[in-house]
């Protein structure tokens, strides 16, 4: 069945730097783009980058564009989410997730998602 | 990047039907067929319910619908149960190649 494990997160002071993993098992990694979607503490979903299945495009939200970096290894079937300068409002759950359909599409939906690992931003 | 438009809050009781709406522009909901339903629950991970306006992932109940116009698209549950009280979010493809999210709704069973 399709797994997928956050880790990394932790409590960082503003201005630092966090790396996320997600380990991916149960379907053919290489064939999925990927996401990650965070949940700060009483708000709704927030969409924070995609990768393609290759790894030859990368899309951001502006509130992470420039600090925020999207990697995958698909010999390792692994997903990563490199964080700087990371901010007070970067204080949430974060997901990764699977793009439902393989291949160059939007389509799918998320279908499968992580518990999510805990990043707290504090002094 | 602005979020989808949810209501905070809806309700209805075992057995009504209810609709959950999710607004955006032609640059996101009304622009593409890509969009999707959440459930969740805190401290668990996002459920699929509802992919490409309408389509429903196996294992999801038949009880729930997605639909699309214009640039709202909609949620609706047949036959609540108490089970489906939870927190359900709706998310779009958009034009810059991103994603967007709804705020969230809030389904209470009376």
């Known amino acids: 069945q399709v797994q997928l494990v956050e880790s990394g997160g932790g409590v960082v002071q503003p201005g630092g730097s966090l790396r996320l993993s997600c380990a991916a098992s149960g379907f053919t990694f290489s064939s999925y783009a990927m996401h990650w979607v965070r949940q700060a503490p009483g708000k709704g979903l927030e969409w924070v980058a995609f990768i393609r299945s290759d790894g030859s495009d990368k899309h951001y939200a502006d509130s992470v564009k420039g600090r925020f970096t999207i990697s995958r290894d698909n010999s390792k079937n692994t997903l990563d989410l490199q964080m700087n300068s990371l901010r007070a409002e970067d204080q949430a759950v974060y997901h990764c997730?699977?793009?439902?359909?393989?291949?160059?599409?939007?389509?799918?939906?998320?279908?499968?998602w992580g518990q999510g690992t805990l990043v707290t931003v504090a002094s | 990047q602005s979020a989808l438009t949810q209501p905070a809050s809806v309700s209805g009781s075992p057995g009504q039907s209810v609709t959950i709406s999710c607004t955006g522009t032609?640059?996101?909901?009304?622009?593409?067929?890509?969009v999707s339903w959440f459930q969740h629950h805190p401290g668990k991970a996002p459920k699929l319910m509802i992919y490409?306006?309408?389509k429903r992932p196996s294992g999801v109940s038949n009880r729930f619908s997605g639909s699309k116009s214009g640039n709202t698209a909609s949620l609706t549950i047949s036959g609540l149960q108490a089970e489906d009280e939870a927190d359900y979010s709706c998310s779009s493809f958009t034009s810059s190649s991103t994603w967007v999210f709804g705020g969230g709704t809030k389904l209470t069973v009376l």
């Open positions: 997730a699977k793009l439902g359909s393989p291949g160059i599409t939007a389509a799918g939906g998320f279908d499968y």
């Open positions: 490409d306006v309408s």
């Open positions: 032609s640059s996101d909901v009304g622009g593409f067929s890509y």
